[in-house]
């Protein structure tokens, strides 16, 4: 924006756009490749899902991880996540995953 001789500011236009959070496998908890996640492109206010991976269960015993986009300054020390749980958002953990026995899974046993 600049003043015009005639006394008159430039026209300009402002651009919005929401902020975003930073890929999930950044964060410590989820930087494993035991971790799939739905979080890439995240924007504020985006709804996404961690879970394990093929061949990995959860050893806290959920599934799926609710998680929550909030990108503001307080929180990008983890990403810019919150983790959903019961309804409540809390600081990411990430599942705990660990690998799945042999014959588990329609995986064929070892015998």
């Given at each position: 924006?600049?003043?015009?001789?005639?006394?008159?500011?430039?026209?300009?236009?402002?651009?919005?756009?929401?902020?975003?959070c930073n890929a999930l496998d950044t964060?410590?908890?989820?930087?494993?490749?035991k971790i799939e996640d739905t979080c890439a492109g995240?924007?504020?206010?985006?709804?996404?899902?961690?879970?394990c991976a093929d061949d990995y269960n959860n050893a806290a015993g959920s599934g799926i991880q609710?998680?929550?986009?909030d990108a503001a300054q307080d929180t990008m020390s983890h990403g810019g996540y919150w983790e959903e749980i019961s309804s409540n958002y809390h600081l990411p953990k990430g599942p705990s995953c660990v690998g799945r026995p042999c014959g588990s899974a329609g995986k064929p046993d070892a015998n």
């Open positions: 924006v600049s003043c015009e001789a005639s006394g008159r500011f430039t026209a300009f236009s402002l651009l919005c756009q929401l902020r975003p964060v410590s908890n989820y930087s494993s490749e995240a924007v504020f206010g985006d709804a996404c899902t961690a879970s609710a998680i929550k986009c």
